[in-house]
């Protein structure tokens, strides 16, 4: 606490990571002696950095980029980028250390790194857009590569800013180097199904839990947090499992319908026109707008929080439970509170963490990186299939390893446990560096 003053996201995370290694360390006494956790709470790099750029009324602003490059013992440093106001270096090492452990359970060579910017998207023209990631890339180019870190997405990082990313790195540095940047556009180095990727792995991961219980998604009532890229998958892939998703927000609000979200609808208002979520009601009057409301209070039995950290408290994991949900599942990085992951645990409720649940996003980034490495693209069903091979392996590691650790059926213990050893193994091979 004392070296990290203020970084309060950073300290939960840490937290939420430390108090699942208490049977590790009983086990494993050279973890302890080598100093390998408290070596894998410092970053290896932090650089933080000044984003000039003009706006459209010729004035200057100034915003502060950030990339946290924690861990390279798996591979090159790989994780998104994010652009809102809410950034500071606290929110961007969290996202880093979790990367670390998510990356890992993957089983794909990627190390963990995150980084963006306090810079807020929201209003701003395309001009400016392209201008501020052109300033932010300026700067940046010089700490990334193929080999090095590899950025990619996150909130307010999509397809249109790696691009405008991609454009100014090709053009400081006149390499064509397809590698550097994931998230890409398909006629310009990208993968089939990254867009998906996060919405549909974390679809992925809850089928097979259900799965596990000769269950499925059928007829099953699911409420969604956010409209975003995350959301927006997750909700298509229910849909197709036949799952009803029956709610989704922004933050002004939640809309419910109790047909089933009309998705298109959504990707119109939310890919296509930018607009705010309330006005889904304008095309269908049938469904209900809540300003400012709580979507964890619509009745459901699978709730998937796809929005932001800390958006799920205390109270409304209460609320959900007593509405009868029975399986949440992490679309975003640490959306529950503590409070709240106590509570479905006391309930019960099956609780999978996003450093499990998230990680087909990533997982199609190193994907697309192999694509990249070999001048190669893969169909959209090969790819998807990769990817749910990816998702089923995580969820059967992160319950053998539960198991193997004395805490049977406990996602959380499993897919720390799992993505701490992995990393500190590579780290004690590595020496001390
Ligand atoms: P987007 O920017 O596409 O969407 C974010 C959504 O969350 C929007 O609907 C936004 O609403 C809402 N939101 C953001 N901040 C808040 C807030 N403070 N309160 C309420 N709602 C908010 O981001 P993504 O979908 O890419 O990312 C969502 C989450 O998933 C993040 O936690 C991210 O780290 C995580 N994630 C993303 C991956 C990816 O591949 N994209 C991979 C793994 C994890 P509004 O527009 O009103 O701000």
């Known amino acids: 606490l004392r070296r990290n003053p203020g970084e309060t996201e950073f300290h939960q995370s840490v937290h939420e990571v430390l108090d699942s290694l208490g049977p590790v360390v009983d086990k494993h006494p050279e973890y302890t002696d080598s100093e390998v956790i408290r070596r894998m709470c410092e970053p290896e790099r932090q650089i933080i950095f000044r984003v000039p750029w003009v706006d459209d009324l010729g004035q200057v602003q100034v915003n502060r980029g950030f990339r946290v490059e924690f861990s390279s013992a798996l591979g090159p440093y790989k994780g998104g980028l994010r652009f809102h106001p809410s950034v500071y270096l606290g929110i961007v090492k969290f996202l880093g250390f979790e990367q670390i452990f998510k990356n890992s359970l993957t089983g794909l060579p990627i190390g963990g790194g995150k980084g963006g910017s306090d810079f807020d998207p929201k209003g701003r023209s395309e001009g400016e857009i392209m201008r501020f990631c052109q300033s932010f890339m300026t700067e940046l180019y010089r700490h990334i590569g193929e080999y090095t870190d590899v950025p990619a997405g996150d909130i307010g990082v999509g397809g249109r800013e790696i691009g405008y990313l991609f454009g100014q790195y090709k053009r400081i540095t006149n390499r064509y180097e397809s590698g550097v940047l994931t998230g890409k556009g398909l006629t310009w180095g990208g993968s089939q199904v990254r867009t998906e990727a996060t919405g549909y792995g974390t679809v992925f991961f809850v089928d097979e839990i259900l799965r596990s219980r000769g269950d499925s998604f059928d007829g099953k009532k699911v409420v969604v947090s956010g409209s975003g890229n995350v959301a927006i ?201």
Request: contains cysteine.
């Open 233 to 433: 998958y997750a909700m298509e892939k229910v849909d197709q499992l036949g799952g009803r998703v029956i709610a989704c927000s922004d933050s002004s609000g939640y809309i419910v319908d109790e047909n089933g979200i009309d998705l298109e609808l959504v990707k119109e208002l939310k890919e296509i026109k930018r607009a705010r979520i309330s006005e889904y009601t304008d095309a269908r009057p049938e469904a209900r707008f809540i300003e400012n409301g709580s979507v964890w209070d619509v009745p459901c039995e699978i709730a998937l929080p796809c929005a932001t950290q800390n958006e799920l408290d205390g109270s409304s994991a209460k609320a959900l439970v007593q509405n009868g949900c029975r399986i949440v599942a992490e679309g975003a990085n640490m959306p529950c509170t503590p409070d709240a992951v106590r509570a479905f645990t006391e309930a019960d409720v099956t609780f999978a963490p996003g450093k499990a649940a998230n990680a087909g996003g990533v997982a199609t980034s190193a994907l697309e990186m192999q694509q990249n490495a070999s001048r190669d693209s893969w169909s959209f069903e090969h790819t998807e299939e990769r990817l749910g091979e990816i998702m089923r392996g995580i969820h059967d590691r992160c319950l053998e390893t539960a198991d193997e650790y004395g805490v049977e059926g406990n996602y959380v213990a499993g897919a720390n446990i799992a993505g701490f050893t992995q990393v500190a193994n590579a780290m004690l091979a590595l020496g001390v560096v």
